[in-house]
T-cell receptor, first 113, second 113 residues
């Protein structure tokens, strides 16, 4: 089992719809969870982080965390064509002697005008 | 957030040669990370570079192939040695924020012919 898994997509949604991106992780000891957005040819940029079970909202973005199910998701409301990008889920791993972030394979999102 | 610059932004190199990538941060940071992102793939951690100590390499990466220097708290270099076409990739440096979020440099796009 891979440490962080995501649906590779591509995920296509119409403009104005809700895009739902999902991520599962294997390390039950993980404490910190991140969503990054990466436009083609650019480096990843942080969108949100979440540490506690439940929902965290920031503008059109909502991160949801369920540690019991080892599941974290990102909802994008009122999707815009500018949201078209690859979304990377990242999880802190404390298995080694230092903090390390494990990235998932990413989900490609396409918002259709 | 940290502002990170990388040099060069891109390069085309011949097989068997070496390239040194520089990473400069606008503030002092303890840990710096080097990632590789191959075409269409997610981020793979190469090594963690702490100032004043040897870099810690991930499984599959060795110091002879990817020597790293970390002479101070704002600068690091990654050398890709004895390059082959399989080393063609984007190389990214990153630093850790206070809440374990990562900030990435713009990346170095390397093509080996």
């Amino acid at each position: 089992q891979k440490e962080v898994e995501q649906n590779s997509g591509p995920l296509s949604v119409p403009e104005g719809a809700i895009a739902s991106l999902n991520c599962t992780y294997s390390d039950r000891g993980s404490q910190s969870f991140f969503w990054y957005r990466q436009y083609s040819g650019k480096s990843p940029e942080l969108i949100m982080f979440i540490y506690s079970n439940g929902d965290k909202e920031d503008g059109r973005f909502t991160a949801q965390l369920n540690k019991a199910s080892q599941y974290v998701s990102l909802l994008i409301r009122d999707s815009q064509p500018s949201d078209s990008a690859t979304y990377l889920c990242a999880v802190n791993s404390f298995k080694t002697s230092y903090d390390k972030v494990i990235f998932g394979p990413g989900t490609s999102l396409s918002v259709i005008p | 957030s940290a502002v990170i610059s990388q040099k060069p932004s891109r390069d085309i190199c011949q097989r068997g040669t070496s390239l040194t990538i520089q990473c400069q941060v606008d503030s002092q940071v303890t840990m710096m990370f080097w990632y590789r992102q191959q075409p269409g793939q997610s981020l793979t951690l190469i090594a963690t570079a702490n100032q004043g100590s040897e870099a810690t390499y991930e499984s599959g990466f060795v110091i002879d192939k990817f020597p790293i220097s970390r002479p101070n708290l704002t600068f690091s270099t990654l050398t890709v040695s004895n390059m082959s076409p399989e080393d063609s990739s984007i190389y990214l440096c990153s630093v850790l924020g206070r809440t374990y979020e990562q900030y990435f440099g713009p990346g170095t796009r390397l093509t080996v012919t």
